[in-house]
Structure formats: C-alpha cells, structure tokens
C-alpha cells in the first residue's frame, strides 16, 4: 500500500529502468476494460474522463470496451491536459460529449480525478457525477472516487456523503489508504488491484489477508498451546465472553482471574479467585487479558498494575483503555503488549499519552510508537500500527457493530498472543478470526452467537 508521494516515486522508478508511462497507462486501462465489461454484461457504458491521467486510463479502458463491441460513450467536461492523456484521448474512436443531459446506461466509469485530486471538487462536477451514477444501474471508480484524498480517505472540502456509493474501486498499481481506511470508506464498494507492473515490495504499509492458523504441534498439550488468563472484574459477563472466544480460537488452557460469579459460566473454564497476584505468578501463562467488564474504580486500577507488573504477554481492551496512563506502562518489561481501543478509546489514549494525528492511522503509529505496544485501533476501518507498521484490514460484516463484540474479539487476540508470542501476528489472526465468525454468526447475532462461531472459523482459517 502506498501513499500519492510513494506511488509517484514508485512510477518514476519504473520509468528509470526504461519503462514508458504510455505501457503504464496502457495496462491500467485494459485491466480496468476486463472487470468493466464483466459488470457491463453486455450494456452501454459511460466514462467520465477528466483532464488527467485518471482521465487518460478511462479512454485507454473505454476503447478496450468498444473493441470488445459495447456501447461506449465518453463524457470529458474538461479536455485532456498532457500529452499523454490527448493521446489517450486519440485512441477512443467513439463518441465524446462535453456534458451527461440524458445519458442512460448498465455501468457508469468515474475517470475524473485520482491521485492527482489537488482541490474540492467544483459544484457542476459534483452535480455531473451524481446525475451519472443515478442514471446507470452500476458504478465503477478508477484508482479512487473522485474527490476522494487517496491518503486519507477524506472527501476533500466535503463530507462522506457528497461521494456516491460505488460497486466496485479498481485502484491501479497499488492500495492506497483509502481503499481500506478513512470517512470515505463506505463509497469505496468491493476494491480490486489491477496489476500495472509496480513492483510489490516488503513497505511499511500493508493489506492483511488471511493466513493459515497453525494447528498444534505433533506434541503439542495444553501449555504449549498456550494457557490464557482473563482477568475479570466488576461485570462479570464481558471477561466470561472473551474467556469463551479464547477457549475456541485455539488456546490449550484458559483460566478465568475472577472474583465474581456468572449463571452463564461454562464447565470446561477453570474459574481461579486466588489472590490476583498469586496467580499471575504461573509462569506458563502465555497471555494476559484484563480490560471487559473490569470496572473503573481503585481495585480495577490495582488489578490493572498487577497485571502490567507480571510480565506476561498483555491484551489490554475496554476500561482497561479507559484506566492506562504511561506511569502504569513504565513497569512493563519486554512481553508484547496489544492494545484493543474503539474510535473514542484511542482518542482517549491519544491524550493519555499526549500524542495526536489527523487521520486513525496517524493517531495509531503515534499511540504505538508512544506506548511501546502495537495498537489495534477497531471500528468499521479497523487497522493495526506497531512501531513504523501499519496493516489494512478488508472490511468485515457491518454485523460486528453489537455491544461485547470488542470483547469477543479481545478474547480471540489473547489466545493468538498466548499461541504465537508475537502481537502483530496476534492482532492480524484476530481480525480475520473474528470477521471470519460474524460470516458464520450471519445477520443480526449477540455477542454470545459470535463467540460459539469462533469454532467454525478457526476450522475455516487452519
Ligand atoms: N501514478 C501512476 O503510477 C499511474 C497513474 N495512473 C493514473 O493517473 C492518475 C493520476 O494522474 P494525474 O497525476 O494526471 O492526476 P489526475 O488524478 O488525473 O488529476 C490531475 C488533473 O486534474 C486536475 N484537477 C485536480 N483536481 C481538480 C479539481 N478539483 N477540479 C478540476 N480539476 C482538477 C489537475 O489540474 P491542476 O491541479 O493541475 O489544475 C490535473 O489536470 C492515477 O490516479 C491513475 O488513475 C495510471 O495511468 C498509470 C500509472
Ligand atoms: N460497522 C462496522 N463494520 C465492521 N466492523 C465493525 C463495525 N462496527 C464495529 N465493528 C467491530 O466490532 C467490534 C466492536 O468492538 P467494541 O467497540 O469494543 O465493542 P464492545 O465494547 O461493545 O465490545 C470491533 O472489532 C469493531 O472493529
Ligand atoms: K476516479
């Protein structure tokens, strides 16, 4: 995944080694006509050129589509600006209108503006591109919707809403944050890469896709495999139902740290009220998970530190977020420490620790380079930052906004911590656990529902 600046150095490089920007341009637009025509089925496609080189790849893909034999017209409110994008322009042999007035079509292509957006689109712009995506059936974005600020995935000089919703964002050469990330994101639609020859490399920046679980080793027993400790707290039912999302994401041994009692616990959970120090001794305890349901008051705070204290690998989630401060973090040792915190958790951090962003992404690599912990910063975008790292995540079931979610998930995360050692490994397995099983949940699931589909998601994913 690469920023504009990146993806310009990047392009700039493939041209020092003696590639033309025509091939690119060339690529991007025929991988662009395959997945239209798939969508066109067979109907009339418009495609809003703009004066750029996004412009220049919708009349590269609208000639591929009229060779392929459809109905192709070209819309170019503004005319081609390079060279480049006239030549472009040379090679459509079809109509070109200067305005939308009375266009019908199957799939409307956004060719406006990409990474080169430098200013709000104008009133008339904005006007065009709504009237087009409200008169055909389907819409398709080149590289980014217009409009969109690839880096950030703001709507520049305007709200999420101003941006139409499209099926489909065909981003050319690389991801860029906007594709994964920002208040733009529900207009994305599906996204797909389209191949241009820029060379993937190991950045800073990436896409994380689901990777096979490692299943337990040929001598694997229950420590081995990782023994999980919750802590619980005031309200018992949150540490129960992370405990319960431990258990079936693969952890060998999970012990509840509770004082309390709960009608709903389990028989196969080992509940432990020994005094919490005492057992934060174990050492075999491969994770820690303290934060649902642990109260905010001064015995909330104690176990907090207690927990930090022992050494252990750490998820911290819920008011354990609400209860860290960086005096709390200076008895850390070197266990890997994640933090789990929804929108108003990490902003909440973000002033604990004094650092700050514009975007989630920026306010993450700063609380994670602050703290020392990677940072799994949750919501409709969630993403992942540890030191200089950041990982997207594809967007997972809208199902997931219900109340213990986070707290199903922050159970998952302690089991891949226990198994793995390692917190960014955790984090990502976690995400793709957790979307996995509200796949299987289906519509409308508790918390309780989620937390049994972890099952059939660590099947899925081994
Ligand atoms: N990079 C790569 O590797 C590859 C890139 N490729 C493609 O090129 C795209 C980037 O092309 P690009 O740099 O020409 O920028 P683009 O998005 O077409 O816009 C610039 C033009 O729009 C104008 N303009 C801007 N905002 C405006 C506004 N609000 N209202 C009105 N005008 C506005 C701006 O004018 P100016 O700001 O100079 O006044 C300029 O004329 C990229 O997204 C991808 O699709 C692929 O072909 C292959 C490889
Ligand atoms: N609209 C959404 N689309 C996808 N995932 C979402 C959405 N809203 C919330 N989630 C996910 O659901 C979980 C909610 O966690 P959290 O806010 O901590 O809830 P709770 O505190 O009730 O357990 C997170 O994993 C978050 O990424
Ligand atoms: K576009």
């Known amino acids: 995944m690469l920023t504009t600046d990146q993806m310009r150095a990047a392009e ?172 733009a994101l529900a207009t994305i639609g599906a996204a797909r890469l389209v191949d241009i020859g820029v060379p993937d490399r190991d950045g800073e920046m990436r896409l994380s896709l689901p990777e096979r679980i490692a299943p337990p080793a040929f001598d694997a027993h229950k420590y081995t495999r990782g023994l999980v400790a919750v802590v619980g707290g005031a309200m018992a039912g949150a540490s129960l139902m992370a405990s319960r999302a431990a258990a079936l994401a693969g952890a060998g041994y999970v012990k509840w740290l509770s004082e309390h009692d709960h009608p709903g616990h389990p028989p196969d959970l080992v509940k432990d009220n020994a005094p919490l120090a005492d057992m934060l001794g174990d050492e075999r305890i491969g994770a820690v998970l303290i934060g649902p349901g642990l109260g905010r008051d001064d015995t909330a705070r104690e176990r907090l530190e207690a927990a930090v204290r022992s050494g252990h690998p750490l998820v911290l989630d819920a008011d354990a977020l609400v209860l860290l401060t960086p005096e709390i973090l200076a008895a850390e040792t070197d266990a890997p420490i994640l933090l789990t915190p929804h929108e108003g958790e990490l902003s909440r951090l973000c002033d604990a620790f004094d650092v700050a962003g514009d975007t989630k992404r920026e306010r993450a690599l700063a609380l994670s380079q602050a703290s020392g912990c990677a940072v799994l910063a949750k919501g409709a975008d969630t993403l992942l930052a540890s030191g200089a790292d950041v990982r997207f995540f594809p967007p997972a079931s809208r199902w997931l906004s219900v109340a213990g979610s986070g707290d199903v998930l922050a159970g998952i995360c302690t089991a891949r911590l226990a198994a793995t050692g390692d917190a960014m490994q955790a984090a990502c397995e976690a995400v793709h656990l957790h979307g996995r099983a509200a796949r299987h949940a289906g519509a409308g699931f508790t918390a309780t529902m989620l937390a049994e589909a972890v099952h059939p998601a660590l099947e899925d994913m081994l």
């Not at 609208?62 to 994008?85: E, F, N």
Request: hydrophobic fraction near 45%.
């Open 12 to 183: 700039a490089a493939l041209f020092d080694t003696g590639v033309e920007e025509w091939a690119l341009m060339s690529q991007a637009g025929h991988g662009a006509a395959q997945w239209i025509a798939r969508l066109a089925a067979g109907g009339p496609v418009t495609v809003l050129c703009g004066p750029g080189h996004n412009g220049g790849d919708g009349y590269v893909a609208a000639a591929a589509l009229k060779a392929r034999g459809l109905t192709v017209r070209v819309v170019a409110p503004i005319s081609p600006q390079t060279d480049l994008a006239r030549h472009a322009a040379s090679t459509f042999e079809g109509e070109v209108l200067s305005d939308g007035e009375g266009l019908k079509g199957t799939v409307f292509v956004d060719a406006m503006f990409g990474i080169g957006l430098s200013r709000p689109l104008s009133h008339e712009h904005r006007a065009l591109i709504r009237d087009l995506h409200a008169s055909h059936e389907r819409a398709v974005a080149l590289d980014v919707p217009s409009g969109v600020d690839c880096d950030t995935g703001d709507v520049v000089g305007g709200e999420g809403d101003d941006v139409p919703h499209y099926a489909l964002t065909l981003a050319f050469g690389a991801w860029k944050p906007a594709h994964f990330s920002g208040p």
